[in-house]
């Protein structure tokens, strides 16, 4: 879909969403819409305080409204209109749900303008396990390989 007022008719709609969450203090600033073939399949504002649940950014919540909608957790054909550039955890959902394009408003610079910064993210991303901030401690690795020897052998197992 190369067609211009479509687009901005979808990101009018994410950008919407984002307002009205403002003005209903319903969460951040962000909103999100999932369409497929020229339809709109969902559409979220972040709900991170109303549901106090930190990964229900609008992104990650119009996914899976999108998914329950469809039935499925592969959105390939879909593309998603988002208020602001994907933080790194809506980008990997993005990732994960297989979507085909993301198109964005603000800048994740715009974001950290009005205190929502992702950098220390990035950063700790680039840090060597040993040089995190959040310790991350492995344990019991070979008792937990029995689910992924059970996994390749299942016959039932359904890739994703």
């Given at each position: 879909?190369?067609?211009?007022?479509?687009?901005?008719?979808?990101?009018?709609?994410?950008?919407?969403?984002?307002?009205?969450?403002?003005?209903?203090?319903?969460?951040?600033?962000?909103?999100?819409?999932?369409?497929?073939?020229?339809?709109?399949?969902?559409?979220?504002?972040?709900?991170?305080?109303?549901?106090n649940d930190p990964t229900a950014h609008a992104e990650v919540?119009?996914?899976?409204?999108?998914?329950?909608?469809?039935?499925?957790?592969?959105?390939?054909g879909c593309v998603i209109y988002t208020s602001c550039e994907?933080?790194?955890?809506?980008?990997?959902?993005?990732?994960?749900?297989?979507?085909?394009?993301?198109?964005?408003?603000?800048?994740?610079?715009?974001?950290?303008?009005?205190?929502?910064?992702?950098?220390?993210?990035?950063?700790?991303?680039?840090?060597?396990?040993?040089?995190?901030?959040?310790?991350?401690?492995?344990?019991?690795?070979?008792?937990?390989?029995?689910?992924?020897?059970?996994?390749?052998?299942?016959?039932?197992?359904?890739?994703?």
């Amino acid at each position: 879909m190369e067609n211009i007022e479509k687009h901005a008719e979808f990101m009018r709609l994410a950008i919407s969403l984002s307002v009205k969450n403002v003005k209903e203090n319903i969460g951040g600033p962000f909103g999100a819409v999932v369409v497929k073939d020229g339809e709109i399949i969902a559409g979220s504002g972040n709900k991170v305080t109303s549901t106090n649940d930190p990964t229900a950014h609008a992104e990650v919540s119009a996914i899976r409204l999108a998914c329950t909608k469809l039935n499925t957790f592969d959105l390939s054909g879909c593309v998603i209109y988002t208020s602001c550039e994907p933080c790194p955890m809506c980008l990997g959902a993005i990732y994960w749900a297989k979507i085909d394009t993301i198109y964005y408003a603000n800048t994740k610079v715009d974001a950290e303008n009005i205190g929502f910064s992702d950098k220390f993210i990035y950063e700790e991303l680039d840090k060597a396990m040993d040089d995190r901030s959040l310790p991350i401690v492995q344990l019991m690795r070979d008792e937990a390989l029995e689910a992924f020897r059970l996994w390749e052998k299942s016959p039932l197992r359904l890739e994703y």
